[in-house]
T-cell receptor
Framework: QKEVEQNSGPLSVPEGAIASLNCTYSDRGSQSFFWYRQYSGKSPELIMFIYSNGDKEDGRFTAQLNKASQYVSLLIRDSQPSDSATYLC???????????FGTGTRLAVRP | GEEVAQTPKHLVRGEGQKAKLYCAPIKGHSYVFWYQQVLKNEFKFLIS????????ETGMPKERFSAKCLPNSPCSLEIQATKLEDSAVYFCASSRGQGPLLEQYFGPGTRLTVT
């Protein structure tokens, strides 16, 4: 079992729709969870992080964490073509710990 | 600086040659991480530093890879005697690493091509 599982996609949504990206993880010692966006040929860009169970909203993005179910998700409201990218889910276990990444979900937003 | 800086952007080496990559973390960040991205999205952790001390080197292929973070100098990752399989993008990331502030910010990467 991979440490972080993501559906590779592509997930295709029309412009203006909600895109829902999901991630499950196996290590119950995971403490902090991150969503990175990576455009082709570019570096990962941090878009959301969440440490506590529940929802965290930032603009059009909402991260949801359920530690009991070992599940973290990212919702993108009012999706734009510029949101088309690969979204990487990652976790770390403690201060200074490495990130463990999933293989990413490719999102395509259709104009 | 406000961003992680990495040089060079691209590096081409013949098999068996040495490659050296550099990283300057964000000012005030005490942790530096090196990751290797091969195939489309597979990230492999290599090594991390807390200031100039190795924090975690569990991902390093020790025979040919070495890394340093010295005071007042960019951090470096060196590959002796490169192999074709070392072709990848190498990302450096930095983090404050204090309390809940665990977020890591990535540099633009160095694309290493071994021919």
């Amino acid at each position: 079992q991979k440490e972080v599982e993501q559906n590779s996609g592509p997930l295709s949504v029309p412009e203006g729709a909600i895109a829902s990206l999901n991630c499950t993880y196996s290590d119950r010692g995971s403490q902090s969870f991150f969503w990175y966006r990576q455009y082709s040929g570019k570096s990962p860009e941090l878009i959301m992080f969440i440490y506590s169970n529940g929802d965290k909203e930032d603009g059009r993005f909402t991260a949801q964490l359920n530690k009991a179910s070992q599940y973290v998700s990212l919702l993108i409201r009012d999706s734009q073509p510029s949101d088309s990218a690969t979204y990487l889910c990652a976790y770390s276990k403690s201060s200074g710990d490495k990130l463990t990444f999933g293989t990413g979900t490719r999102l395509a937003v259709r104009p | 600086g406000e961003e992680v800086a990495q040089t060079p952007k691209h590096l081409v080496r013949g098999e068996g040659q040495k490659a050296k990559l550099y990283c300057a973390p964000i000012k005030g960040h005490s942790y530096v991480f090196w990751y290797q991205q091969v195939l489309k999205n597979e990230f492999k952790f290599l090594i991390s530093f807390q200031n100039e001390n190795v924090f975690d080197e569990t991902g390093m292929p020790k025979e040919r890879f070495s890394a340093k973070c010295l005071p007042n100098s960019p951090c470096s990752l060196e590959i002796q005697a490169t192999k074709l399989e070392d072709s990848a993008v190498y990302f450096c990331a930095s983090s404050r690493g204090q309390g809940p502030l665990l977020e890591q910010y990535f540099g633009p990467g160095t694309r290493l091509t071994v021919t």
